[in-house]
Structures are given as structure tokens and as C-alpha cells.
């Protein structure tokens, strides 16, 4: 029987998370360089989290810096985790990533090389090798299953976005299931968080679209701590939001849910519900040690390289500073 991970066993890597999270992107970071003068002056601010120099500041340039940043954290993480199975968490959207963009590469006839991400738990290669030669030796059953039934999917209805549905179902249903077997009460909370937040986009999505009841159930998945046969009651019924989440973290996005609903804005709900996971994880901030702080910095990291996007690109967009700040997400430091 495997030897029972104790919070104790955290001691070292929880010290090291909260040197780590000094170099985090704070918001004060985020406010210089959205009042940068120049790109290559709020790529400067990124260099003292840690990012490496960006010589010329384009899009190429930053998928680069962030694509090196985060190979940097897992391997730092890796090396150091009592558990490895607790990072594999967080690299499993990768493969999914990848398996997504390699069926659609394969449907149009496209070269999907710079759309592939080196951060999963198998190298982009491997995958790409597995899809082309019909051969997955040496993949989780689970993930080959969801990608054969997206195929199927995708060359039947030649519909990307049903073939999307069923990996993310997939995706949802072995990220809970790793968590889980991690032990971590906190980190089978946070999949749930997101699980819920997934359903509850896609429920004001629908109803915003007045899509019907059979479209709604096959974008709903299983595992949250929201019951889908309550989503599937109040999208029939018409109770009302507020009667699924009244009582929940996500009260808050519902509420700009029902108003998004009526038209109203669809960025001011999806960034409540951002918000939210964000304020869950946070509460790893006065852990002293155990995995808390590790899957609290892994998230904050994430929603890091989102920001960094959203600034980087807004910037050399050219958007104005009032419209990238009013995207940005609440920062974990």
C-alpha cells in the first residue's frame, strides 16, 4: 500500500512556494505596465517575475516567455512535490489542448505545430505521433477513449465544438478523479469550483441563445458541487439562477448570469466567475504548509500568464489601458 503524503511531508516546498510567490505579477506589477510608455518597458516588469527578455516584443516573442515561465514552475514543482500526481493536475489541460487541436488540424488539413503546447504531462510529439499512426500505447485508457469518441464525433457531424464537448467532458471527469486520488480536500474543491463555473457559463450561454433543454445537457458535466439535474430544473422551470446558486461561492456571477441572460454583459459574468475560483484558491494563503499552498500558487501562476496575455496583446492591440484593466481578473497577491 502507497505511503500516506502527511502535511508535514510539505514543509520544504511550502517554504519555498511563499519565496516563489513574491515574484508573482501583484496588481501593482499589472497597474506598470498597463501605464507603461513603451511594450518593451512593461516587458521589463515581467523580467523581475522571473520571465526572460523579450529583445523584440510581439506576439511570437511573448507565447515564448510564457511557454518558458511555465516549463520553469512545473519543473521547479517537480522536482520538489512529495506528490508529482498533484502537478500532473495541473498539466493534464495541455494534453486535452493538444488532442483538440491536433483533430482539428487533422479535419482541415492544417499544420497545427505552433498551436501545440509543450507543458502536458506527454510531449506535444507523442500525441501527434499517437493520432497519426492510430497507435496510443502508453496513454491513460480514459483520455484515449475521449479522443477516439471526439474523432468520431468531429469526422461524423464534422462539428468541432460537439467533438470540444466530449474532451471536456473527459477532461473534467479524470482531473477530478487524479485530484481525488491525491488525498487533497482542497484540491478536489477547487476541480469542483471549476466544474461548476463551467456549468454555469455554459447555462447562461444556452438560455442567452435559447438553445433547448437537449442541447444544454450535452454541454453540462458531471462532479461539481452544483447537481446538474438542478441546472436542467431551473433551466426548465424557470426559477431563476438564483435558486441553484443562492447559496454558493458562485451567488455572485449568477446574479451578473441572470443579467447577461437579458442581454446585459457577458465580460462583467465571466470575469465574476473567474473572481470566485480565485477568492477559493486564496484561502491557501494562511496555510502554513501542506499542498494547500502548492495548488493555491499553481493557480495563481495560471491566472498569471492569462493577465500577461491579456496585457501584452491588448497593448500591442493597441486597446486603451481602461479596456485591458477592465479584463484583467482579480491578482492572488
Sequence with gaps: MAKRIKDTDYLFLSTRIRVLERTLLTRERMDRMLE??????AARVLVECGY??????????????????RDSVFQDLYSNAPDPKLIDVFKLKYDYHNAKTLLKSEAMGSDPARLLVEAGRFPAAVLTEALGSGSFSGLPDGFVAAVREARDILNTTHNPQLSDFALDRAYFAEMLQMARDTGSDFLVGYVQMLIDVANLRSLVRVLRMGKNEDYLKNVLFEGGAVAVRS??????????????????PLAGAAELGETAIQGGSLTAFEKSCDNAVM???????????GEAPVVGYLVARDNEF????????????GLSTDLIRERLREAYV
Design 306 to 317: 492569462t493577465a500577461v496575455r491579456i496585457i501584452m496583446t491588448g497593448r500591442l492591440a
Design 52 to 69: 526572460p527578455e523579450m529583445p523584440v516584443v510581439d506576439v511570437d516573442s511573448i507565447n515564448t516567455a510564457l511557454a518558458t515561465m
Design 279 to 289: 477568492n477559493y484558491v486564496s484561502a491557501a494563503k494562511y496555510v502554513a504548509f
Design 36 to 41: 507603461a510608455a513603451t511594450d518593451a518597458e
Design 231 to 248: 441546472l436542467l430544473t431551473a433551466a426548465a422551470t424557470g426559477s431563476g439562477l438564483d435558486a441553484v446558486y443562492g447559496v454558493t
